[in-house]
């Protein structure tokens, strides 16, 4: 078929060494292969003249659902790094799967299983705005109060609090809240309190927040839930702790992430406690930790194209350039140039929260004190002109990220008690 030119073969990069993962763009050593263009257009005219496309159609709707269905159990894994990569080179197929589901009299409802199934690569490969389209037209063309509206309604919460949206947000978690009350659907419930614990936290409200999240963490204990949600759920519970400068709570919860997430290979929710403890030790005047924490975030992120758990750690990066003996004030502004760039790509920057939006405006005091106004300025453009794989080179040191463990990451702190049962 190559001989003849019917398909071409994409040659996938190398593999990465035995018992390391693959990196952004990091084939797994497999090779594929792409139907030339024209070739697809004219099989797809006689599909449509013989009758049998929606068939056809159909079966390829199943096979990448299947394939969705896959991904989102091995995200909480060993394998999310190539599972973010296999859901990647999928893209194009996901997109034809839900169009023909949302164009098809009767798909509607795999419509909804299909778009709320990739959450995980809507939120940990930076895809946030395109999965809200697909959330947004299924949700409308299916009313019913269906198990697969319940679950895509709380990814749709989720997503849009992400976005730093909360007026869309906050219809969208209610109803699942509701529906799942009157239907009696309690890990719909759980997703929906939960996500409305993360509404209530980038609404500045930590409080109230650690309040859903408690709520939510005795939910899944009681249904037997653990994935990589219930280990964000721990994360954001320990970060508003950590808002309310209840540092020691914060960090126990931290601490248990990270436990879990070792235990059972787990990167993507790891890096995001990474990130809150970095937070945490910068607070702490802990700045050589925080920084080697921050960095192993942004690499860890970058594997899976994750743009919000990238520019997290790249603004706690910033702040730190400003610390200490060796601070540069204008490689922190670079820095804050890099993040804004990113924030655009992801939604409202910092959520619109005044809390997460601390470590910025200190670092963006320090440094207009201490450079020039040209300085100022220059150094923000030029970080906004990296892209990601620039600004990710230059957080960390010049180099685009390696295989785990090469951060020179430091270890645990001593295992301490969880305050509260959730497992």
Not at 181 to 197: N, S
Not at 283 to 303: I, K, M, Q, W
Not at 369 to 374: C, D, F, I, P
Not at 394 to 402: K, Q, T
């Amino acid at each position: 078929m190559v001989a003849k030119s019917v398909v071409l073969r994409v040659a996938a990069s190398p593999g990465p060494p035995a018992g390391r993962e693959p990196g952004p763009g990091r084939g797994t050593g497999g090779v594929r292969f792409r139907m030339l263009d024209t070739l697809c257009e004219y099989g797809g005219q006689w599909l449509r003249a013989t009758g049998d496309e929606p068939r056809l159609r159909r079966r390829h709707r199943d096979w990448h659902l299947g394939l969705a269905t896959w991904g989102e159990a091995e995200w909480f894994g060993p394998r999310q790094a190539e599972t973010a990569e296999r859901t990647g080179l999928a893209h194009p197929n996901l997109r034809a799967a839900l169009e023909f589901c949302l164009t098809e009299p009767g798909e509607e409802q795999l419509a909804l299983v299909l778009a709320g199934t990739l959450w995980f690569y809507w939120v940990g490969s930076g895809h946030l705005g395109e999965g809200r389209h697909w959330l947004d037209r299924s949700l409308a063309l299916a009313p019913e109060p269906t198990e697969a509206r319940a679950k895509a309604l709380w990814v749709t919460g989720y997503m849009a609090t992400l976005q730093g949206d909360l007026a869309s947000a906050g219809p969208a978690l209610e109803e699942c809240r509701r529906q799942a009350v009157a239907t009696g659907d309690d890990r719909a419930l759980a997703y929906a309190v939960h996500r409305q614990g993360c509404a209530a936290l980038i609404g500045d409200e930590p409080a109230r927040a650690a309040v859903l999240f408690e709520e939510a963490l005795w939910h899944y204990n009681t249904i037997g839930e653990l994935n990589c949600n219930v280990l964000m759920a721990m994360f954001e519970l320990g970060i508003a702790h950590l808002f309310q400068g209840e540092t020691e709570t914060g960090n126990l919860w931290l601490d248990r992430v990270r436990g879990i997430c070792e235990a059972h290979g787990e990167k993507w929710a790891y890096a995001y406690a990474l990130f809150a403890l970095a937070y945490s030790d910068w607070a702490a005047g802990e700045l050589r930790t925080a920084r080697a924490r921050a960095r192993e975030c942004v690499r860890l992120n970058h594997l899976f194209r994750d743009l919000l758990g990238i520019v997290l750690a790249l603004d706690v990066l910033a702040v730190l350039e400003t610390e200490g003996p060796d601070s540069d004030l204008f490689e922190a502004r670079v820095l804050q140039g890099a993040a804004h760039r990113m924030w655009q790509a992801v939604g409202t920057p910092f959520f619109g929260s005044r809390i997460f939006n601390g470590p910025y405006r200190e670092c963006e005091a320090r440094a207009r004190a201490g450079l020039t106004e040209q300085e100022f300025s220059e150094a923000f453009e030029l970080g906004a002109a990296l892209d990601l794989d620039a600004a990710v080179r230059r957080a960390l040191g010049g180099e685009l990220p390696g295989p785990p463990g090469e951060g020179g990451l430091p270890g645990p702190r001593p295992a301490q008690p969880s305050p509260v049962s959730a497992n």
